[in-house]
């Protein structure tokens, strides 16, 4: 394709400068935002009489014309053009001839691909904000149905009490919660500053209107520094930081749920149609997705560290090193949204292996907090409470019981504060059901949860 900028040089390039210059490969799937700057940059020029509104109304039209040809796949891009950009300017001026070589008057490309990443920035931080909406809502639905069942909570991988299966996925939804409220500071952040009007560096001398600008495409703002505007990718930074915050959480849940599907914990069963099996062992089930989100962790903070390190040492205000932003950019929001995406079903489709969950349970003498504090209720210190059932607890490891299993008599060896009542007391739905300060593991404590969940999600 032949090149826009070719004035100053001839406007040929050895093959190899075309190869490492071209960004259109990449950045061809901002064709929509590139179309609608365009299209605000065309009524703002009408506006403040910079071309006429004929002008105006003959691009526009072109433009959308190029939109609905490119969706339609009547218009191929082509990739021998250098970015998204000239592309459609080149297209344009094809279709409606010399008024389309208006279009870029009071612009450049530095402020135009600043403007077009932003608006595709914003966008996805709404769509990853929809999908964690939903993932919020099957934790919730999942947890619901949970509230009663009985797991081990673990600290440092040990039995430490017993929690319901409802409060470890709510944990989960908690982490969701704080993902999009980042993902939403981050587009109120980006909302605020349109860069468009910043043109190459330093502003235009055409008359224009940044803020009408701006506000027909949505931004309540504009950056108010023209070399920070077109310079500025704070905001992928940011997006990609809180994306490879929701990896960490998905990882985190990906670890838990390949452990629970194992022979060693029993906790859960995945249905055949989220299981992969093996070439060579025929009893295979393996937790593939999870692994692989777990694994496509790395590469969403991979992104990060690109992004990060293109960015480093940067002078102001645009250098071409910022082209490279964004492949790391495009691949974590793609790659996050799969994998929240892959969540939503694999959570709703776990099966709970309540028994499983239950039989753990008893193990560990996980109750042995409930013991102390069945102590304090009659009238023992917390400290010499906790060491009175450390006693206990040894002793029952020697006698090759659980707590719940050790006689009456045996236990007023201890202290004879321990009545009948002690074996009500560690049954471990008990020990659950107690927990019911603010946040606890009650099942009540859990609606509460699950209904503020719902609340956020519905506002
Ligand atoms: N393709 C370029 C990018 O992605 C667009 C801006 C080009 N600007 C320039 N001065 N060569 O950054």
Redesign the pocket.
């Known amino acids: 394709m032949e090149k826009l900028?070719a004035g100053r040089t001839a406007g040929t390039t050895a093959n190899l400068v075309d190869e490492i210059?071209?960004?259109?490969g990449?950045?061809k799937r901002l064709y929509k935002r590139d179309i609608a700057g365009s299209i605000a940059h065309a009524k703002m020029m009408a506006r403040q009489g910079i071309v006429s509104q004929h002008e105006a109304d003959l691009m526009i039209e072109g433009l959308e014309g190029i939109e609905r040809d490119i969706t339609s796949g009547d218009l191929k891009i082509d990739l021998t053009a250098?970015?998204?950009?000239?592309f459609v300017e080149q297209v344009l001026t094809e279709r409606i001839g010399d008024t389309g070589k208006m279009l870029h008057t009071a612009r450049?490309?530095?402020d135009?691909?600043a403007l077009d990443?932003k608006l595709y920035c914003i966008e996805e931080a709404e769509s990853v904000r929809a999908l964690l909406c939903d993932l919020l809502r099957v934790l919730a639905d999942k947890a619901e149905k949970s509230t009663g069942i009985i797991m081990p909570g673990y600290t440092h991988m040990q039995h430490a009490q017993p929690v319901s299966f409802g409060q470890h996925l709510m944990a989960y939804a908690m982490m969701c919660e704080r993902d999009i409220s980042r993902l939403d500071d981050c587009k109120r952040r980006m909302l605020e500053r349109s860069p468009i009007g910043a043109c190459?560096l330093a502003g235009t001398t055409f008359d224009i209107d940044r803020e009408y600008e701006a506000g027909l495409l949505g931004f309540t703002g504009i950056a108010m520094n023209s070399m920070d505007a077109v310079s500025d990718r704070d905001h992928f930074v940011e997006l990609i930081s809180d994306l490879a915050i929701v990896m960490m959480h998905i990882s985190r849940l990906s670890e838990e749920i390949i452990m629970w599907a194992t022979s060693e914990f029993g906790f859960i069963h995945l249905p055949d149609e989220y299981t992969t099996g093996s070439s060579i062992m025929p009893q295979k089930k393996n937790p593939d997705v999870a692994e692989l989100c777990r694994g496509k962790t790395g590469r969403v903070y991979g992104d990060l560290m690109s992004l990060l390190t293109t960015l480093k040492g940067m002078p102001l205000a645009?250098n071409?090193d910022?082209?490279e932003?964004?492949e790391p950019l495009f691949d974590a929001v793609e790659t996050v949204k799969l994998c929240v995406e892959a969540f939503i079903e694999i959570v709703d489709v776990m099966e709970v292996n309540e028994e499983n969950m239950y039989e753990s349970a008893k193990k560990g003498y996980i109750n042995a907090t409930d013991m102390a504090d069945y102590l304090v209720v009659k009238g023992m210190p917390f400290r010499d409470a906790y060491n009175v059932s450390g006693k206990i607890v040894s002793y029952c490891l020697g006698r090759g019981c659980a707590l719940e299993e050790l006689p009456l008599e045996e236990f007023r060896m201890f202290s004879d504060l321990i009545e009948d009542d002690i074996y009500q007391r560690l049954d471990l739905r008990t020990c659950m059901e107690k927990r019911n300060s603010a946040g606890g593991t009650s099942p009540d404590s859990v609606k509460k949860q699950i209904e503020y969940i719902r609340n956020f999600i519905g506002k």
Do not use: F
């Not at 210059?21 to 259109?24: A, C, D, G, P």
């Open positions: 900028w210059n071209s960004s259109i990449v950045d250098e970015d998204i950009h000239m450049s490309r530095n135009q691909v990443t190459a645009y071409k910022i082209q932003d964004k």
